[in-house]
């Protein structure tokens, strides 16, 4: 993914909105890019100013590009944060002619036999949740964020047609490896301690059940375009 969307950008100048601790940027430094950073949060501002990354505090919508100009705009797992037009607006803002935005989601989806055994967990930890996270398949729900930015993209009319790029991938976890993530998803970072602690001991021993692993198919889901013209 890193690579095409360099590819389809006219130079290596990058804005990473959300840039969050810096996962994704530190993979477009890798391929040769220069990255600043957009974050609205402080703290994770400073542990991605901590690896190196640039990063400015500010919610992209009210962010001052201050007559800079970027080759692509990204947002890795943000974009459902930022006002899907006026993000839009401000990207077109920022970006040099053919200059490109791609935000992108990973869709996570692990064997059905894994999938009923964290659905069960849920069902019995959270039942207060409007929907079970695994009750459907993951790129469903995350069809609706991509419809939103594509929407969001036309709407703001700087940009040529919004396309969808995808790449499938695998990722094994260990009992350990998916409970050191779990928290930090957004609806669980929220969830009193003593709920957490359950949802954690019930996965926890739903993994253990299964042998102690798993692995979760992903699909990342781009969403891009281009403004128009030539660099």
Same mark, same amino acid.
């Not at 130079?11 to 477009?28: C, N, S, Y």
């Given at each position: 993914?890193?690579?095409?969307?360099?590819?389809?950008?006219?130079?290596?100048?990058?804005?990473?909105?959300?840039?969050?601790?810096?996962?994704?940027?530190?993979?477009?430094?890798? &391929?040769?890019?220069? /990255?600043?950073? @957009?974050?609205?949060? *402080?703290?994770? =501002?400073?542990?991605? $100013?901590?690896? +190196?990354?640039?990063?400015?505090?500010?919610?992209?919508?009210?962010?001052?590009?201050?007559?800079?100009?970027?080759?692509?705009?990204?947002?890795?797992? &943000?974009?459902?944060? /930022?006002?899907? @037009?006026?993000?839009? *607006?401000?990207? =077109?803002?920022?970006? $040099?002619?053919? +200059?490109?935005?791609?935000?992108?989601?990973?869709?996570?989806?692990?064997?059905?036999?894994?999938?009923?055994?964290?659905?069960?967990?849920?069902?019995?930890?959270?039942?207060?949740?409007?929907?079970?996270?695994?009750?459907?398949?993951?790129?469903?729900?995350?069809?609706?964020?991509?419809?939103?930015?594509?929407?969001?993209?036309?709407?703001?009319?700087?940009?040529?047609?919004?396309?969808?790029?995808?790449?499938?991938?695998?990722?094994?976890?260990?009992?350990?490896?998916?409970?050191?993530?779990?928290?930090?998803?957004?609806?669980?970072?929220?969830?009193?301690?003593?709920?957490?602690?359950?949802?954690?001991?019930?996965?926890?021993?739903?993994?253990?059940?299964?042998?102690?692993?798993?692995?979760?198919?992903?699909?990342?889901?781009?969403?891009?375009?281009?403004?128009?013209?030539?660099?």
């Amino acid at each position: 993914m890193v690579e095409r969307i360099v590819a389809a950008s006219p130079g290596p100048d990058v804005l990473d909105v959300g840039i969050g601790t810096g996962i994704a940027a530190r993979q477009f430094q890798a &391929a040769g890019c220069r /990255v600043l950073g @957009v974050e609205v949060d *402080a703290r994770m =501002a400073e542990m991605a $100013r901590r690896t +190196g990354l640039e990063v400015e505090v500010a919610a992209f919508e009210a962010w001052d590009p201050a007559g800079r100009r970027f080759d692509a705009v990204i947002s890795g797992q &943000a974009w459902h944060w /930022v006002d899907p @037009v006026a993000g839009a *607006a401000k990207a =077109a803002q920022a970006l $040099r002619p053919g +200059g490109r935005l791609a935000v992108f989601w990973n869709a996570g989806q692990p064997p059905a036999d894994v999938t009923e055994a964290f659905a069960a967990v849920y069902r019995r930890v959270m039942p207060d949740l409007p929907f079970n996270p695994w009750a459907m398949p993951a790129s469903d729900s995350y069809a609706v964020l991509c419809a939103k930015a594509a929407d969001g993209i036309r709407e703001a009319g700087a940009f040529g047609h919004p396309e969808q790029w995808r790449f499938g991938w695998q990722q094994p976890y260990n009992r350990a490896e998916w409970l050191d993530q779990l928290p930090t998803i957004g609806s669980h970072a929220q969830l009193p301690p003593a709920q957490l602690d359950e949802l954690l001991a019930g996965t926890g021993g739903a993994i253990d059940a299964m042998g102690g692993s798993f692995t979760m198919r992903y699909t990342t889901v781009v969403v891009t375009a281009a403004r128009p013209g030539t660099a």
